[in-house]
Each structure stands twice: as structure tokens, then as C-alpha cells.
């Protein structure tokens, strides 16, 4: 399996960037995909999630209503649409994917993630 983020960046406060997810090596039907992100000097947190099937998309607060996670089945390919970027929001950007169904509340932990592509950097300058 292989997940290939890309997309970051240096943008302006304000701005908007999206990342992209390529993922390729199995089927994700059934899976729950995710953007996790990891500040300078921070422990990695979760940004946003969405089932493979598109029936549910979850997110962090400190993204909500900034942030758009979605999926396009046919190109197996993941994407995060990201608005309104703040300073906070400098971090690099990793993607991820389950190997089975997960329960809402668990779109957020790291543990239930099994792959993780390679990350990609976004700078958000004041």
C-alpha cells in the first residue's frame, strides 16, 4: 500500500491551499481515510477524516468550518481543501488510511490508522 501526499506549501494567512492523497496498492472500500498534521516541537493530531464510502466526514474543532476533507473514489485519490489558514495551522501534513470500518469515535486516534503516507509541509505565514 502506498499513500503520496503533496500539495503543501508557503502560503499567506488567509490563504488557501489543498492537499491531495494518492493511494494505490489495495481497495479502500469499507476503509476510513484521514489527514493528521504534526506542528514543529508538537505531538501529531488529527485533523480530518472521512469514510472511503463517503457516509461521514469528521473533524478536528480547531478546523471545523475552515477545512474540507473529501475523496474521489475513481481516482483513489484524497484531498483536504483548506481555507482560512492561520499561523497555528504550520505543520506537516500526513494522510492516512484504516484497514477496516471505524466507529465514530475513532476517526481521531492515530492507533487505528495502519497506513501513512510521507507528509507534506504547509507554512502559513502571518
Known amino acids: 500500500v502506498q499513500l503520496q501526499a503533496s500539495g503543501g506549501g508557503l502560503v499567506q494567512a488567509g490563504g488557501s491551499l489543498r492537499l491531495a492523497c494518492a493511494a494505490s496498492g489495495r481497495t479502500f472500500s469499507g476503509s476510513s481515510m484521514a489527514w493528521f498534521r504534526q506542528a514543529p516541537g508538537k505531538e501529531r493530531e488529527f485533523a480530518a477524516a472521512?469514510?472511503?464510502?463517503?457516509?461521514?466526514?469528521f473533524y478536528a474543532d480547531s478546523v471545523k468550518g475552515r477545512f474540507t476533507i473529501s475523496r474521489d473514489g475513481a481516482e483513489n485519490t484524497l484531498y483536504l481543501q483548506m481555507n482560512s489558514l492561520k499561523p497555528e495551522d504550520t505543520a506537516v501534513y500526513y494522510c492516512?488510511?484504516?484497514?477496516?470500518?471505524?466507529?465514530?469515535?475513532?476517526?481521531?486516534?492515530?492507533?487505528?490508522?495502519?497506513?501513512w503516507g510521507q507528509g507534506t509541509l504547509v507554512t502559513v505565514s502571518s
Open positions: 472521512i469514510r472511503w464510502s463517503g457516509a461521514g466526514t
Open positions: 492516512a488510511a484504516s484497514t477496516g470500518r471505524l466507529i465514530n469515535t475513532a476517526h481521531d486516534l492515530i492507533r487505528m490508522y495502519h497506513y
